[in-house]
T-cell receptor, first 114, second 114 residues
Framework: NAGVTQTPKFQVLKTGQSMTLQCAQD?????MYWYRQDPGMGLRLIYY???????DKGEVPNGYNVSRLNKREFSLRLESAAPSQTSVYFC?????????????FGDGTRLSIL | GENVEQHPSTLSVQEGDSAVIKCTYS??????FPWYKQELGKRPQLIID?????GEKKDQRIAVTLNKTAKHFSLHITETQPEDSAVYFC?????????????FGAGTRLAVHP
């Protein structure tokens, strides 16, 4: 039972390059989330998917796109990476079938944009 | 939308002392309040949560209290140990949109000195 799995764990990009961060969960959760974490800023929500087939913007969506590929997978894409997007990215999932359930986080992807 | 403020940003205690972290929230309809612990380089992990129909919850050395009237909740750690050193995040469920999102505080860095 892996929980929430993120790939890659580390990535270095040049400004302007594109890449996709992958996230998969095996807990049959219906909701999935992408956060970025910067020093002193806590966890900021980028995008989320309340259920398969839906996606919504969070607090800081600019420069990102997402795809809810199926119930298990939720990917985050940077189309043209910028140094301001250097951060640690966390994926999380949650079961909203029952109200008030906690989110479970993946191990994170450490992304550096040069 | 929901706004969560967390204090203090840093907290230093001696081993064996108690530690208290406080959070306030803005949306009186919020009904779920989890606390996460994040060790250096690791994922945030749920340590305790409380729902709005309960005023206090304990789990060994950890307790959370909720004051719905004042819209604040607190994490209490007793008999602190060096392994309690970490960043702690509070969160509140955002009522708009069906409680789909958790809004996080900025975090408290707790240092427990032997």
């Amino acid at each position: 039972n892996a929980g929430v799995t993120q790939t890659p764990k580390f990535q270095v990009l040049k400004t302007g390059q594109s890449m996709t961060l992958q996230c998969a969960q095996d807990m049959n959760h219906n909701s999935m989330y992408w956060y970025r974490q910067d020093p002193g800023m806590g966890l900021r929500l980028i995008y989320y998917s309340a259920s398969e087939g839906t996606t919504d913007k969070g607090e800081v969506p600019n420069g990102y796109n997402v795809s809810r590929l199926n119930k298990r997978e939720f990917s985050l894409r940077l189309e043209s990476a910028a140094p301001s997007q250097t951060s640690v990215y966390f994926c999380a999932s949650r079961n909203l079938g029952q109200a008030n359930q906690p989110q479970h986080f993946g191990d994170g992807t450490r992304l550096s944009i040069l | 939308g929901e706004n969560v403020e967390q204090h203090p940003s840093t907290l230093s205690v001696q081993e064996g002392d108690s530690a208290v972290i406080k959070c306030t929230y803005s949306d009186s309809a919020s009904n779920y309040f989890p606390w996460y612990k994040q060790e250096l380089g690791k994922r945030p992990q749920l340590i305790i949560d409380i729902r709005s129909n309960v005023g206090e919850k304990k789990d060994q050395r950890i307790a959370v209290t909720l004051n719905k009237t004042a819209k604040h909740f607190s994490l209490h750690i007793t008999e602190t140990q060096p392994e309690d050193s970490a960043v702690y995040f509070c969160a509140a469920s955002e009522a708009s949109g069906g409680y789909n999102k958790l809004i996080f505080g900025a975090g408290t860095r707790l240092a427990v000195h032997p």
